[in-house]
Each structure stands twice: as structure tokens, then as C-alpha cells.
């Protein structure tokens, strides 16, 4: 089928979409900046709201009791609104690196991502992960350098450190006037005027734009600040990249705006941005062919499960990204892992604060399908034909805890616990030989939630022991005469992964050097694919 030939609605409903994460080191300003673009967008009517989202989380949820005493945000949830004529889907991300897996599935499922940046620290750890896995997929990244209402850094260094540090070359489109107390707004290089600032003010009227940097109204308004920033511009102009809306959509280039999250200064360009430059949904490989946005028969997959989302339901919550046709409700799919039909009673969506039952959704946008076990990371669901979407990766944990129980009689609620809190993407869980249940985590805290999560929803007291693991690999084995060999001379370091896929245990890394070595013909893989 033709581009040409897709339904005129499909093709007006899916350019019209945007899906995006924002993307930062804690503590940058992401849940700031969330909340102002939903305030922009209409989303919201008071600022605070994801602020106290969080914290009324806090207080009703039992299992993020982790969560609340270390004060992060262990969960990401996904969040919808219109704006200009668009709708715009918002995938939250976790910022803290233990919860970095779920945030790596969260960036399959979006066509564009803004990065912050906190202007007095610069590129940051975290930050150069997430920016890792967005290469994977040549994912547009709008920057946004943050907090230039506070003494910070220089742009230029700032812009070579991400061009350095991140391997990704900045066009600037706005440049601060100041910084800290002197923060006066930003100049627009693409449309040549400054946009003024007010502290902790929405800008309302045109009057706070004043149009062309060679204006003599800048000089009495800002004697300290404009002539540095037109020495700035104009070595911008002969130095730096212009802006290219083809880097951008591959990925090579990133858009640069300079502004304060908790000032709603920069927020409305962020949002321009995404409107004029950030793809709407595109072509997408499920295996056995590019699946376009518009093409009539629905199709997408899951790349996160939740928990107990709301503590009055305690359901689970499968994301599902939509990636073609027309999603309506009480609609019959084919559920290919299972190979069987699948039917989506009701599915929701998010908004700043509470789930709305929806009655159409499109390629771009995230819906969240209720769950009793049947929907795992990964699951395709189609119209009928054979799709498989590729993609959400698994990452070979590095850290690894023998579960053991206080009560040997809770053995079965003990394995279905973690059977499905991997299957969630919680945890990694293997079983290794005599059935012993090894956990896997990214990181630290990912333990202490499964813990607690045991304890509340599934009655489990376990305690986690050291496991002498240094890392897991998965095999892939060249004939079924290798396998049968190796699973015979290993079998003390063989495990399978939740679903049923074999791995090596390796002791120590030098462990792991060596059976590579001696089987140069098994595949050992860091990563693997849902689905
Ligand atoms: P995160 O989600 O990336 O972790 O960051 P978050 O938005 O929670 O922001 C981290 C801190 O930075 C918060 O301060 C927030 O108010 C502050 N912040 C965000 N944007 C700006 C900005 O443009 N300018 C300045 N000066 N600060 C900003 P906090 O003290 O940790 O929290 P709170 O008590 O203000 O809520």
C-alpha cells in the first residue's frame, strides 16, 4: 500500500502526534519541566500538581515506601495533551541509574526526546547513558540548558562539553542575555529578537518581545548584558552549526534553548519545538516488515508493565505503544506470543493526575491495557497478521542476590512473586541449577523494591543472599549438538531467564573470558531482546 492510499483520517490523526521522554541526570529539572509543559499545554491549571502527584503517591502507596524514603522517583508514567492543534504524548522516565533499565524501555516507545541539562553542571552520568540509548534508535534529542536564573556556567563551554561528552553536535537556537541575577531572557537567533525575562512570571504579552539584536532599545535595557551577547552571536554565526532540520531528525544535531524550568522561561520553545521540528510517528520494524503509522489495521507493542499504580486498583498496567491504525475500545486483537486472541476491554490514558478511559487512540500514542499476567515486555498485538516489534532491550544485570525464604512453605508464592516481577521488568530473575531463584538488578534499590514488594503483595518474607555471580550472558548456540555439549560441561553455571531462554553464569569475569574462549562458536550476549 502506498502512502497516498492510507485512510485520510489515520494520516491526519498520526501527524499530528508527538511522543516524547524527557530525559536528565536527578535533580536537573525534568519533573519541573514536565509540570510546566502540561501547564502550557493545558494539561494542568496550577503548578505543583506532578509535584504533589508525586508526593500523594507517596503517601497512599505502600510499596514506594522505598521510594519516598530516599526521595526519588522510582516509577514512569505517561501523560497526554493537546497543544496547537497536536497531541502530544509525555513518557515520564525514572532519573535515578538503579531504575536506568526501565528508562531504556521507556525510550523505545518515543519518536523524539528533550534532554536536560543543568547549566551549572553540565553533562552529568546519567545523562550520558540515556543519551547512549537514544543513539540506538537515531532518536531526535532537544537540549534544554537549565536554571540561567542561577550563576552557572558559560554557554559556550557548556555547548563543547555536550559536543565533546556526548558526541552530538548543538545548534544553538536561543542564547541566555545574563545569567543568575542577571538573567535577563534569551535571544532568538532563528527569529532575531529577545524574549524577555520575568522571574517567576509566564511571559503573557508581545510586549516582552523586542524584535532584531542591533535594536538601541536593547542597549538602555540591558547596558551590561547586550553587548556580549552580540560578540556572542556573531561568533555563533561564523563558528558554530546552523540549525538542520535533517541532523535533527537523524539524530546528529540537537537544538540548543537556553531558559529556567521553575521560571517558565524556554518551556513555550520547547513546545514550539516539538510542534515544528520533532517527527510525528514513523515507519517501524516488527521483524518481518517496516509497519507504517497510517496503514488502517492496528498494531504496536508493550514496553512496560506497572504495579499498583493506584493503590485502589491493584491491577497491573501493561504501556502498549501504538504504532498503526485505530485503537477503539472492546476491540479483538491477536496476541502473538500466545498465539490467541486478545481482547482490550477498555484501555486508559493519563492525564496529570488521573486515568481517563479512552476512546480512540492512534499510532504515537500510549495506552495502558489492564492486565492479569497475559501481557509481558515485549508482546506485539495486531489485527491478526504476524508482527513481531523489535527493540526493547534487556541488559545483562550486574548484580545478583539468591532469594531465600524465612518460611519454606511460602515456596510458591515466593516463585510466582518473582515470576512476576520480572515478567514486569522489576527485576531480572533466573533460575539456576536445583531451582535455586537468582535475582539480577541494575541496580542496588531495585532489591530493596522487590523486597518490599514481596512482603506487601505477595505475603513473602525472603531474604536476598550474596550470589557468587559477577555477570550473566545469554546463549545463542550454532547447532543443537554444541548445545547439547555445552549445557553437559557447564551445567554447574547454566540458568534460564524468566522465559525459559538459557544463560551462562559467569563467577568472575575472568570466568566469563575463559568458557568464551574455549566456545568461540556459542553466542554470548550482554543484551537481549523482548518478544
Ligand atoms: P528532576 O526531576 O530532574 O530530579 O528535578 P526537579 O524538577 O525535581 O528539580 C530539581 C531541583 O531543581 C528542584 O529544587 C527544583 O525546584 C530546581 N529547579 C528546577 N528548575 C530550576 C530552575 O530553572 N532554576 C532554579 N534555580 N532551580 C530549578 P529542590 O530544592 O530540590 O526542590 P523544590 O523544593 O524546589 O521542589
Not at 542575555?177 to 538573567?183: S, Y
Given at each position: 500500500m502506498t502512502a497516498t492510499a492510507y485512510p485520510p483520517e489515520l494520516v491526519k490523526q498520526t501527524q499530528r502526534r508527538r511522543t516524547f521522554a524527557i530525559i536528565s541526570h536527578p535533580d536537573a529539572g525534568k519533573t519541573t519541566l514536565t509540570e510546566k509543559l502540561l501547564l502550557f499545554g493545558g494539561a494542568i491549571q496550577l503548578a505543583g500538581t506532578v509535584k504533589a502527584r508525586k508526593s500523594a503517591r507517596h503517601a497512599t502507596s505502600d510499596w514506594m515506601e522505598v521510594e519516598k524514603q530516599r526521595g526519588i522517583s522510582v516509577s514512569s508514567s505517561v501523560m497526554q495533551f493537546d497543544y496547537q492543534d497536536h497531541t502530544i504524548n509525555l513518557l515520564d522516565t525514572p532519573g535515578h541509574e538503579d531504575f536506568s533499565e526501565d528508562t531504556y524501555r521507556v525510550l523505545t516507545a518515543v519518536d523524539a526526546a528533550v534532554m536536560v541539562i543543568d547549566a551549572a553542571k553540565g553533562v552529568e552520568a546519567q545523562t550520558i547513558k540515556l543519551l547512549d540509548v537514544c543513539r540506538l534508535r537515531n532518536t531526535p534529542i532537544i537540549t534544554f540548558v537549565n536554571k540561567l536564573d542561577r550563576e552557572v556556567r558559560e554557554p559556550f563551554e557548556l555547548l563543547q562539553e555536550i559536543e565533546d561528552v556526548l558526541k552530538i553536535e548543538c545548534a544553538p537556537v536561543t542564547w541566555p542575555?545574563?545569567?543568575?541575577?542577571?538573567?535577563r531572557g534569551v535571544y532568538h537567533l532563528l527569529d532575531n529578537r529577545i524574549l524577555r525575562f520575568t522571574p517567576g512570571e509566564e511571559r503573557k504579552s508581545a510586549a516582552e518581545i523586542i524584535t532584531d539584536l542591533d535594536n538601541p532599545q536593547l542597549d538602555i535595557l540591558f547596558p551590561g548584558e547586550i553587548g556580549q551577547v552580540r560578540d556572542d552571536v556573531e561568533l555563533i554565526e561564523g563558528a558554530s552549526n546552523p540549525f538542520s532540520l535533517d541532523d535533527f531528525l537523524g539524530g546528529r544535531q540537537s537544538p540548543v534553548f537556553f531558559g529556567s524550568g521553575i521560571n517558565n522561561f524556554g518551556v513555550q520553545e520547547i513546545l514550539q519545538a516539538l510542534i515544528d521540528w520533532a517527527p510525528p510517528p514513523q515507519a517501524r520494524d516488527a521483524g518481518e516488515r517496516m509497519v507504517a503509522p497510517a496503514e488502517p489495521k492496528f498494531s504496536g507493542f508493550v514496553f512496560k508493565i506497572q504495579a499498583n499504580m493506584d493503590p485502589k486498583h491493584r491491577d497491573r498496567i501493561a504501556f502498549f505503544r501504538v504504532c498503526s491504525g485505530k485503537y477503539e475500545p472492546g476491540m479483538k486483537t491477536r496476541h502473538l506470543r500466545l498465539a490467541r486472541e486478545f481482547k482490550i476491554a477498555s484501555a486508559l490514558t493519563f492525564m496529570a493526575n488521573e486515568r481517563v478511559h479512552m476512546d480512540a487512540a492512534y499510532a504515537g500514542d500510549i495506552i495502558g491495557i489492564h492486565n492479569h499476567g497475559q501481557l509481558q515486555i515485549g508482546d506485539t498485538l495486531t489485527e491478526g497478521e504476524a508482527l513481531h516489534f523489535k527493540g526493547i532491550p534487556y541488559f545483562a544485570p550486574e548484580m545478583f542476590r539468591a532469594a531465600r525464604l524465612?518460611?519454606?512453605?511460602?515456596t510458591k508464592q515466593l516463585q510466582k512473586g518473582l515470576q512476576e516481577l520480572g515478567e514486569e521488568g522489576a527485576i531480572q530473575v533466573f533460575e539456576a541449577v536445583g531451582g535455586q531463584m537468582l535475582l539480577g538488578a541494575v541496580g542496588q534499590l531495585q532489591f530493596e523494591v522487590v523486597a518490599q514488594r514481596l512482603k506487601d503483595e505477595y505475603k513473602v518474607d525472603a531474604i536476598f543472599e550474596a550470589a557468587d555471580i559477577h555477570t550473566a550472558r545469554w546463549l545463542t548456540f550454532p547447532d543443537e549438538a554444541t548445545r547439547r555439549k555445552f549445557e553437559k560441561e557447564q551445567a554447574l553455571r547454566l540458568g534460564a531467564d524468566v522465559d525459559g531462554n538459557p544463560v551462562y553464569l559467569a563467577s568472575t569475569r575472568y570466568n566469563l573470558q575463559v568458557t568464551m574462549e574455549k566456545w568461540p562458536d556459542v553466542g554470548f550476549h550482554a543484551t537481549r531482546e523482548h518478544g
Open positions: 542575555v545574563g545569567m543568575g541575577k542577571a538573567f524465612r518460611d519454606p512453605l511460602k
